[in-house]
C-alpha cells in the first residue's frame, strides 16, 4: 500500500502540475479582458491549490498577477450572480478531480496485476440471497448463492493458506482442520464421515422417538420397540446380569464361575457351536461357517468354511502376551469374569489359559497380507473329501445341525475350505487342549458379546478396554448408542424410515449423472492405457459397461407390505434388551442359512436396503458400485453448490468404487462376478508391476505421530482405487465443464480456479484428526490408509495436479517419479 500511495503522490503532482500551467494561462486571458467564466474557474483552483499545496512534494507557485491590492478584495467586489456561479463551478471542479483521481488510480492498479479489492468475509456473507455472480474484469465470475457461500466459508475454515500447495496439499487443505478440530471424549477420531454420521444419528434419533401408532407398520414398531428398550436403563439396572447367567448356564455354565462345580464332561467344542446357533450367538469362535455366492459360479450358493473370528485382532495377538493391547484385553478378560461372580485368583489363571489359546487360534491363522489372492482361498471339497482330509470332526453332523431347520445335505454337498492349513491345526489343537480351557475361551467369547447391553458397570469396565484400544475416554450418550444398536439391528426399518423423512429425491438423480460421467472417462482410460493388450481390453471394456450402479435406496424400502413380509415372525420387547438384541442375530442367521438353495438375485433389494449409512461399496460377486443415501449429503454432496465440488467429493467416492472392480483383488474377477482370470499373462504382469509401484511408495510414508509406516500391502487396494477415482472424476468434471461452460468461483476463494477448487474438495473430504491410539489401530489392522495419505499419494501421482498448481518438478507434489495404475 505504500507503493500504491507514493505512485499516487506522483500522479496527482503531475495533474496539478497541469493544472498550474492552464491557471496561468487563463489569468493572462483575465488580464486581457476574457471571458467571466475563465475568470471564475481561474481563481477558484488558485485559491484552492494554494491551501492544499502543502500536502504535496511539489507546491504550486502562485503568480503575483493575482495578488490584488488590499483595498478591493476579489470576492468583496463580486455581484451576488457571480458568488452563486462561482460557487456551483467550486463544487462541478472538486467531482472532476475526485473522479480523475479515482481513474487514474484504477489503470495503475490495473496495470500492475491488481484485479480486485480485498473483501470482509461479513461482506461477502450479507450479499442478497438473489444477488446474481458478480463479475470482476472479464475474466470469471463469483457465486454469491447461499450454498457458495456457506460452500465457501466450509473450505476457509479447513485450510491453512500459509503453507504452500506444492509442499503439503493436505496441509493446505485440512491444516485449520487439525489445528482447531477437537476429538470429543467420547470418539477415537473426527473426519467427513463422522460428522455426517452425528447429523445422521440426530435425524434418526427423531425418527425412532416418535410415538408408535395405531396401524404403524410393523417394521416401524420393531425400531421403535428396540430403541425404546436400549433406552431403558432402570429395567436393564434392575435386571443385571442375570440374563446373561442364565444363558450360560443354558450353555453348561462358565467354567471360571462354577468353579469345582463345572461338568467337564458336559462339553464338546461342536456342540457348543449348536448351543450358540440357537439362541442367537456366533458360531464363529473355533471355525467360521457361512453361508457365501460361490465366486467361481456367482449364480448359486455355497457353504464356506474359515478360520475363526477372534476377540481381539490376529495381528496384535500374533505378538504374544507381553503386546501392550494384548495385555489389555487380558486384563478386561479377567475383570469382567470377575464382575460377573468370578473368583479373581482363579480368573487370572484360568483366562490366561484361555488366552493363550486364542493366541494359538490367531498364530494358526493366515495373516491378512496372505488373504488377498481369491484363488488361493478357493478350495472346494465334497463332504466326503472333506471328512477324508479332516477325519477329527463328524462333518455332515455338524453342517446339518447348524443349517437346521431349514436346510440339508449330504456327502456330495461341496464345501469351500478357504485356509485348509487352519482346519488341519485346529483338529490337532483341540485334541491337545483340555475342555475347561476350550470351555474358558468361549463362554469369554459369549460374555464379551453381551457386555454391551447389560449394567453400567459392565459397561464402564468396557470402556476403559476400549479406551486403551482407541483412545477415547468416554461412551457415547446413551441415545446414540441406542440410535446405532437399532440402525445397524434393523438397517432395512430405520432405513426405510429415513428416506421417507429426510432424503431428497434430486440427489439421486443427479448421483446417476455423475455415475455415468465417471464411468465413462474410466472407460476411456481402459481403451488409453497402452499396457494392456486388445484381448485383456476388450474383456476390462465389457466389465466396465456390465457394472450395476444401485443409488441412494431400492423402491422396495418405500412399499410397506414388502417391508412387512421381511421382518415377519422377528418381534421385540421393551422390557429385554439382551433376548431382543439375539432375536435379531437369530432372525439373521436363519435368513441367510435357509439362502443355500435359493438362486442368487444379485439386485436384490434386501442386499441393497441400508440407505442410513455414511459409506460405499463395491461387491465383486455382484460387479456393482453401491451409494446409499446417507453419504449423498454433506460435504460429499450438495445440488446447491457448483459441480467441481460434487465431482471432486462425491465424484472421487464414485471413482473410488468403479477402480476397486480393477483393484488388485477385484481385477480377479470377471463381468459376471465369477473368479476367472481374465488377463493375459504378459497383461497380467504389467500390472502387478505398477500395482508394486503402489505398494512401495505407501510403504514408504512414515505416520509421524505414531512412528509407524503405512502398510503398502494390506492398503494396496483401497490404494488403487483412490488414484484411479480422482482421475475419473477430475476427467468427469472436464467432460461436465465442455457441456455446461466453466463455473463460477468461490467468494474469498476468488484466485483459485475451478479446476483448483475441484482437487480442494478433494482433498478436503479426508480432512481427519486421531487419536494415536486409534490411529495405530488404523495402521495395523486396516485396508485404508490415514486421510492425510489418501490425499497426498492420488495428487502426487496426478500430473493434471500439478498442472493446475502450477507445481515445479521436483517438488513434493510433484515428484519426478510418480505412480499409476489407471
Known amino acids: ?22 491557471l496561468r494561462v487563463q489569468l493572462i486571458r483575465l488580464e486581457r479582458g476574457r471571458s467571466l467564466c475563465n475568470v471564475v474557474v481561474g481563481l477558484f483552483l488558485y485559491n484552492y491549490l494554494e491551501r492544499r499545496s502543502s500536502l504535496l512534494d511539489n507546491p504550486v507557485t502562485i503568480p503575483s498577477i493575482v495578488r490584488l491590492g488590499p483595498k478591493a478584495s476579489f470576492w468583496g467586489r463580486r455581484t451576488l450572480l457571480e458568488k452563486r456561479l462561482i460557487i456551483a463551478s467550486v463544487v462541478i471542479s472538486i467531482m472532476a478531480i475526485a473522479f480523475l483521481f479515482a481513474f487514474l488510480a484504477s489503470i495503475y492498479m490495473r496495470s500492475n496485476g491488481i484485479n480486485y479489492l480485498p473483501q470482509t468475509s ?5 450479499s442478497p440471497q438473489s444477488m446474481p455472480p458478480a463479475v470482476f474484469g472479464s475474466d470469471y465470475e463469483i457465486c454469491y448463492s447461499p450454498g457458495c457461500v456457506h460452500t465457501a466459508s466450509k473450505l476457509l475454515s479447513n485450510m491453512d493458506q500459509n503453507v504452500d500447495p506444492c509442499d503439503d496439499f493436505y496441509e493446505f487443505s485440512c491444516g485449520s482442520f487439525e489445528k482447531n478440530t477437537r476429538i470429543p471424549d467420547d470418539k477415537s477420531s473426527v473426519n467427513t464421515f463422522s460428522i455426517i454420521t452425528d447429523q445422521l444419528q440426530e435425524q434418526i434419533r427423531a425418527l425412532l422417538e416418535e410415538p408408535i401408532t395405531e396401524g404403524e407398520p410393523h417394521p416401524f414398531i420393531l425400531a421403535k420397540t428396540l430403541y425404546k428398550a436400549c433406552m431403558n436403563k432402570s429395567v436393564i439396572e434392575a435386571r443385571g446380569v442375570k440374563p446373561l447367567l442364565d444363558i450360560m448356564k443354558r450353555f453348561g455354565g462358565w467354567p471360571v464361575l462354577e468353579g469345582d462345580n463345572w461338568n467337564e464332561h458336559a462339553f ?18 473355533f471355525l467360521d461357517f457361512s453361508i457365501s455366492v460361490d465366486v467361481k459360479n456367482s449364480t448359486k450358493r455355497i457353504i464356506d468354511l474359515d478360520q475363526a473370528s477372534l476377540g481381539l485382532s490376529r495381528e496384535y495377538l500374533s505378538h504374544g502376551f507381553n503386546d501392550k493391547l494384548v495385555q489389555a484385553y487380558y486384563s478386561y478378560m479377567v475383570d469382567i469374569s470377575v464382575l460377573l461372580g468370578a473368583d479373581r485368583k482363579r480368573a487370572e489363571t484360568e483366562l490366561r489359559e484361555s488366552l493363550d489359546f486364542e493366541i494359538t487360534l490367531a498364530n494358526i491363522s493366515l495373516p491378512l497380507e496372505k488373504r488377498r489372492n481369491a484363488t488361493a482361498l478357493y478350495n472346494p471339497m465334497t463332504v466326503t473329501q472333506l471328512q477324508k482330509r479332516f477325519p477329527k470332526v463328524d462333518w455332515m453332523k455338524y453342517i446339518n445341525r447348524l443349517l437346521a431347520p431349514h436346510v440339508s445335505i449330504d456327502m456330495d454337498e461341496v464345501v469351500i475350505v478357504n485356509v485348509p492349513s487352519y482346519i488341519t491345526s485346529l483338529e490337532q489343537f483341540l485334541e491337545s487342549t483340555p475342555k475347561r480351557v476350550q470351555a474358558n475361551y468361549v463362554m469369554w467369547r459369549v460374555a464379551g458379546a453381551s457386555v454391551s447391553y447389560l449394567t453400567d458397570e459392565l459397561r464402564r469396565r468396557q470402556l476403559s478396554y476400549v479406551t486403551v484400544l482407541s483412545g477415547k475416554t468416554e461412551r457415547e450418550s446413551r441415545w446414540k448408542e441406542c440410535v446405532d444398536t437399532t440402525s445397524m439391528s434393523l438397517s432395512i426399518s430405520v432405513g426405510a424410515l429415513y428416506i421417507r423423512k429426510y432424503f431428497n429425491e434430486d440427489s439421486k438423480k443427479n448421483a446417476l449423472e455423475m455415475v455415468k460421467d465417471i464411468r465413462e472417462q474410466f472407460r476411456r482410460t481402459l481403451e488409453e492405457v497402452e499396457w494392456m493388450d486388445d484381448t485383456t481390453r476388450r474383456a476390462a471394456l465389457a466389465k466396465a459397461d456390465a457394472m450395476a450402479a444401485h443409488i441412494a435406496y431400492p423402491d422396495e424400502m418405500l412399499n410397506d ?49 441400508r440407505p442410513a449409512i455414511v459409506n460405499a461399496f463395491y461387491s465383486s460377486i455382484e460387479n456393482s458400485i453401491q451409494f446409499p443415501a446417507g453419504i449423498l449429503q454433506g460435504a460429499f454432496f450438495s445440488a446447491l453448490r457448483p459441480a467441481y465440488m460434487n465431482y471432486g467429493a462425491i465424484g472421487f467416492v464414485i471413482g473410488h468404487e468403479i477402480t476397486h472392480g480393477f483393484d488388485d483383488q477385484g481385477r480377479q474377477f470377471d ?24 505398494i512401495d511408495q505407501y510403504s514408504n510414508y512414515t505416520v509421524e505421530e505414531v512412528g509407524l509406516k503405512l502398510n503398502g500391502v494390506n492398503t494396496q487396494g483401497e490404494n488403487i482405487a483412490d488414484n484411479g477415482g480422482i482421475k475419473g472424476a477430475y476427467y468427469a468434471y472436464e467432460a461436465w465443464t465442455k457441456r455446461h461452460g466453466e463455473e463460477p468461483r468461490l467468494p474469498g476463494l476468488e484466485k483459485y480456479t475451478p479446476k483448483q477448487l475441484f482437487w480442494l474438495s478433494a482433498a478436503s473430504t479426508w480432512c481427519s484428526v486421531y487419536r494415536k491410539e486409534a490411529l495405530k489401530l488404523r495402521i495395523t489392522t486396516g485396508f485404508h490408509a490415514p486421510g492425510r495419505f489418501r490425499v497426498l499419494g492420488p495428487l502426487s501421482n496426478m500430473e493434471e495436479f500439478s498442472r493446475d498448481y502450477s507445481c515445479p518438478l521436483g517438488s513434493p507434489m510433484n515428484p519426478k517419479n510418480k505412480c499409476k495404475v489407471w
Open 268 to 285: 464338546a467344542w461342536d456342540d457348543s457351536v449348536y448351543r450358540f446357533r440357537t439362541a442367537g450367538y456366533s458360531v464363529d469362535y
Open 122 to 126: 461479513e461482506m461477502r456473507i450479507s
Open 671 to 694: 463381468k459376471d462376478g465369477n473368479l476367472v482370470d481374465w488377463w493375459q499373462e504378459e497383461t497380467k504382469q504389467k500390472y502387478l508391476k505398477k500395482a508394486k509401484c503402489i
Open 561 to 609: 407390505e414388502k417391508l412387512s413380509e421381511f421382518y415377519e415372525g422377528l418381534e421385540m420387547s421393551e422390557d429385554k434388551l439382551m433376548e431382543s438384541v439375539l432375536n435379531l442375530t437369530l432372525f439373521g442367521t436363519d435368513y441367510l442359512f435357509q439362502k443355500l438353495r435359493q438362486p442368487v438375485n444379485k439386485t436384490d433389494w434386501v442386499t441393497h436396503g
Open 1 to 22: 500500500m505504500e507503493i500504491l500511495a507514493e505512485e499516487s503522490r506522483m500522479v496527482c503532482g503531475r495533474f496539478i502540475k497541469q493544472i498550474n500551467l492552464w
